[in-house]
């Protein structure tokens, strides 16, 4: 059995085809590296996910609980890190998730009727209570029960 010399021009026109295969094909790992795969991660990166939602407060309690469910889904946001969000925002959502908490509390205190029936009537006792209070706006509610606290 004879072996074909590794020096001849075909085997080194082979090495050297195979060389710029790996060249070429290192180059489009890069391109493919730079375009997708970096912008890929930043978006995959451990970002702290902001509500969007009105900084303003209702008029009621049941619009506020209302808007903090179904309108722009706050209760999504109950037991997430606010460490990224802007100072604005992580007020008022802290004045929204208190004033929320506060009628899920009065909702547990109830016993007739399903969870969603005790929240919705909290809400509407809580807007007797405001109103009797002189008409507070939900504001100054939640300043009022935070002070009872």
């Known amino acids: 059995v ?8 075909a085997g080194v026109q082979n090495v050297q085809n195979h060389h710029q295969q790996q060249q070429q094909l290192h180059h489009m790992t890069n391109k493919y590296v730079n375009t997708i ?3 890929l991660s930043s978006v995959l ?3 702290p996910r902001v509500p969007i939602f009105s900084n303003s407060l209702p008029d009621t309690v049941e619009r506020l609980v209302f808007e903090h469910e179904v309108v722009y889904k706050l209760i999504e946001y109950q037991n997430v890190r606010m ?3 802007p100072q604005r925002v992580k007020q008022a959502f802290g004045r929204r998730k208190f004033l929320y908490n ?11 009727g399903t969870f969603e029936q ?7 006792s809580m807007d007797v209570e405001r109103e ?3 008409s507070l706006s939900v ?4 300043l009022h029960l935070k002070q009872k606290k």
Not at 102 to 112: D, G, L, S
Request: aromatic residues 12%; glycine residues 4%.
């Open 139 to 142: 504001y100054k509610y939640i």
């Open 45 to 47: 990166r451990n970002s």
């Open 83 to 85: 460490s990224g969000w």
């Open 37 to 39: 795969a970096k912008p």
């Open 118 to 124: 005790r929240k919705e009537r909290a809400a509407r």
């Open 102 to 112: 506060a009628v899920v509390h009065r909702a547990n205190t109830f016993r007739m």
């Open 2 to 9: 004879t072996f074909p010399p590794l020096c001849t021009a």
């Open 132 to 134: 009797s209070l002189g």
